[in-house]
T-cell receptor, first 113, second 110 residues
Framework: DVKVTQSSRYLVKRTGEKVFLECVQD?????MFWYRQDPGLGLRLIYF???????EKGDIPEGYSVSREKKERFSLILESASTNQTSMYLC????????????FGPGTRLTVT | GENVEQHPSTLSVQEGDSAVIKCTYS??????FPWYKQELGKRPQLIID?????GEKKDQRIAVTLNKTAKHFSLHITETQPEDSAVYFC?????????FGTGTSLTVIP
């Protein structure tokens, strides 16, 4: 059974703090993704990685960076958190190529005050 | 890039009735179309998917249809039950990336 885990379910940070969100998958998936989920806006892609140390910007990369040093781990970094980054963050992973299911983590509800 | 539109944004049906959610996409290179269900407070989970070489797929009470020419695909849920209440997302994928619709909040009224 595929397992995608995220380091925190709930996180509260202050404006200007550096925030790390971590995601780990145990299925040897090549591709990993970070999405942001806001009401009425669906799932918006922040960054994705198709291999170790490889990354591509998604639709809303501003204010975020990512790191993938190991195949199973994909980190999302908010360099200087702002209140408009308060959101639900979902990590996902899948095998390389088309027609493969994307598996989601449980999500991290981040609040920036 | 790909653009996926999903309608309606909210849908209420009586228990036992059918529900239909529609999506359109723009990139003819998209060849994989999954549907995800997200219950309140939980992660999205795949409920059905269809590939571009197939026009229709059914799994018990759930079916998906794909019209490649018109670039639209639909989710059909028959004999709805209260446990079908959730947010449903469609997606289109031309390769590794998925492009999601904005979601449909389905409420099944007992």
């Amino acid at each position: 059974d595929v397992k995608v885990t995220q380091s925190s379910r709930y996180l509260v940070k202050r404006t200007g703090e550096k925030v790390f969100l971590e995601c780990v998958q145990d299925m040897d998936h090549e591709n990993m993704f970070w999405y942001r989920q806001d009401p009425g806006l669906g799932l918006r892609l922040i960054y994705f990685s198709y291999d170790v140390k490889m990354k591509e910007k998604g639709d809303i990369p501003e204010g975020y960076s990512v790191s993938r040093e190991k195949k199973e781990r994909f980190s999302l970094i908010l360099e200087s958190a702002s209140t408009n980054q308060t959101s639900m963050y979902l990590c996902a992973s899948k095998y390389q190529g088309g027609s493969y299911e994307q598996y989601f983590g449980p999500g991290t509800r981040l609040t920036v005050t | 890039g790909e653009n996926v539109e999903q309608h309606p944004s909210t849908l209420s049906v009586q228990e036992g009735d059918s529900a239909v959610i529609k999506c359109t996409y723009s990139d003819s290179a998209s060849n994989y179309f999954p549907w995800y269900k997200q219950e309140l407070g939980k992660r999205p989970q795949l409920i059905i998917d269809i590939r571009s070489n197939v026009g229709e797929k059914k799994d018990q009470r759930i079916a998906v249809t794909l019209n490649k020419t018109a670039k639209h695909f639909s989710l059909h849920i028959t004999e709805t039950q209260p446990e079908d209440s959730a947010v449903y997302f469609c997606a289109a994928s031309p390769g590794n990336q998925f492009y999601f619709g904005t979601g449909t909040s389905l409420t099944v009224i007992p």
